[in-house]
Each structure stands twice: as C-alpha cells, then as structure tokens.
Nanobody
C-alpha cells in the first residue's frame, strides 16, 4: 500500500517562499516519477511539476522560473521550493507518484494547503 507524508504548506505573503516535502512509501522498487499537482477552489486539478528517478523535470508555464522541484531517491522524497509566490498560487497541493512510467497507476497524497495572502 502506497502512503505519503506531506508537509510544508501554510500561509505566506505575496512574494514569499515555501518549501513542500513529500515522502512516499510502499513500493519495493521506489517510484519512477514523483511530482506535485494543485487544485484551487472551483478549478480542476492541474500539474505543477514532476521529476523522474533520473532527474528529468517538467513544470507548468505559470510556475516556471519560480518553483523548483527536486527529489532524494534514497528517501523516496520529493520537494517543491516555491519562490515569488502569488495569490493565484493559492490551492491545495497534492503529491503524486507512479511506480512505473506511462500508464501505471497514479498514487496521491492527502494534500496540503498553500495560501498566499496579505
């Protein structure tokens, strides 16, 4: 059974920074891809950033240049450093992982709230 421990969300002023962490467990083989998605009230869940076991990253245009994704394969942990936060970044951020690539099952964390407000 895949489980997640997420941390790092909270309230921050515009222009501030936060760092999210997510540790996954339950896979003998580790996780090929890990990442973050977010869902704002009334909106669909959307990609924030992903990173493969080999360090290949992908991020959405709204966060490019502001957010940095990284991971520690030995700890099955993925991080999201968020800088220059904007009110429109306010959302619940969900950790995501796949054991394999392609069409393998998606696993989701419980989500952590990020609120950007003055």
């Amino acid at each position: 059974q895949v489980q997640f421990v997420e941390s790092g969300g909270g309230l921050v002023q515009p222009g501030g920074s936060l760092k999210l962490s997510c540790t996954a467990s339950g896979s003998t083989f580790g996780f090929y891809i890990m990442g973050w998605y977010r869902q704002a009230p009334g909106k669909q869940r959307e990609l924030v950033a992903t990173i493969t076991r080999h360090g290949n990253t992908n991020s959405s245009p709204p966060v490019k240049g502001r957010f940095t994704i990284s991971r520690d394969n030995a700890k099955n942990t993925v991080y999201l450093q968020m800088n220059s936060l904007k009110p429109e970044d306010t959302a619940v951020y969900y950790c995501h992982a796949q054991i394999g690539g392609g069409g393998s099952p998606d696993y989701w964390g419980q989500g952590t709230q990020v609120t950007v407000s003055s």
